[in-house]
Every structure is written in C-alpha cells, then in structure tokens.
C-alpha cells in the first residue's frame, strides 16, 4: 500500500523511488511491514499503536510525562530543561537530518485502515523515533533504573507505532532510534548540568 504521489517537504518534492538506502534496507523494511501486518486489524493492536502515534506528535507525550514527573518530584527546572532539550532536537532532526535524506515515506497519509496525520517532513530518521529515544536518556539521566525501564518501553512502543501506521519504513525507525541515542548522550550531559 503505497501512494505514488509526490511529497512536499521543502524546496524539492520527493518523487517515488528517490531515497531509497539500498536492497538490504529494502528488505529489511518489507520484513518489518511483514511482521507488523500480522498484528495490523487486530483492535487491541490498533488501538494502542495509532494512539501512541497520536500523542506522540510533536513529543506531547514527552512533554506530558515531563509535567508530571516534574510535579511530582517539585522540578520546575526539570520540566523547563526536557522541554528545551526537545525543542532543540526536534528542530536539528527535522529542519537539518532529514534534509540531508529526504527519504519518501511508505505512504503519505499512513495505513488506509489507520487515521494519523499527515507529516510534513520527509522519511529518514523517524523524528517520533528520535524524540523518543532521545526523551527516554534524558529522563533516564535524572531517574533510577527502574523508571529508566519505563522511560524506554514508551520509546519502544512509540517507535514501533510509525511504521505500525505505515508512516515509517523500519528503517527510519532504527535510524531514529540511533539518532536519539547520540543526541540524548549530550542531551543528558546538560541536563544534568542545567537542572541536577
């Protein structure tokens, strides 16, 4: 299920075909799609992948569980620090990594089975991958080990999410998920020193 139209994410649109990393990623991608489809119109399945993908747009479900958590261990600056923090990473990722791919998705508007909204950037990385893994080491940073767990499930499941809804290749989401690695590596590293 693919659409063959061209995607609009900045000065040159991507035309299908253009992008592509190579045959090995290819096939990893379509064993990934393959394996997902397995699980694709299961309601359980749909429910918690599509609502993940949805509350994890523009890093909401970060920024939610900064609130909180910050409430609840009275850190302000914590709340402040991971907002800023992801602020930056999404605007380095989006407006600099992915022009630097402009990867076509594997369809435009997601799963037709699926109703997620339309991105606007262009495939590789994954910036809900990115966000994610890079949230889940910040937050790990100030945490103990056991809401680090917690912390990267989430990202987990939320990487897992984008190419569930067809709006990620597997690939984008593993290079996503790298991307946030080393990005979170010196993200921690400030915030720790911002907000200890």
């Known amino acids: 299920m693919t659409d ?4 609009d994410v900045g000065p040159l649109p991507i035309v299908p075909g253009q992008g592509h990393l190579g045959p090995g990623v290819d096939a990893f991608d379509r064993r ?6 397995h699980l694709r119109g299961h309601p359980l399945a ?6 993940t993908t949805h509350v994890a747009d523009f890093s909401m479900i970060w920024h939610g569980i900064g609130i909180v958590r910050g409430i609840a261990k009275r850190r302000p600056d914590q709340v402040i620090v991971l907002a800023a923090l992801l602020g930056a990473e999404s605007l380095l990722v989006n407006q600099g990594i992915k022009r630097l ?14 109703q997620v909204r339309r991105p606007s950037t262009s495939s590789f990385p994954s910036g809900h991958a990115s966000s994610a893994v890079f949230a889940a080491m910040v937050l790990s940073g100030w945490d103990g080990p ?3 767990m917690l912390w990267f499930k989430i990202a987990a499941v939320v990487g897992i999410s984008r190419a569930y809804v067809r709006i990620h290749h597997g690939s984008d989401v ?8 080393v990005l979170g590596l010196a993200g921690r590293r400030i915030a720790r020193r911002l907000a200890p």
């Not at 749909?46 to 609502?51: H, K, Y």
């Not at 593993?174 to 690695?181: D, F």
């Open 174 to 181: 593993v290079g996503g998920a790298v991307v946030g690695l």
């Open 146 to 148: 056991w809401l680090s």
């Open 101 to 114: 791919f402009r990867r076509e998705r594997p369809t435009t508007t997601g799963d037709d089975r699926l």
């Open 32 to 37: 990934v799609d393959e394996l997902l489809e």
């Open 4 to 7: 063959s139209a061209p995607v």
């Open 46 to 51: 749909d429910l918690v992948f599509t609502n």
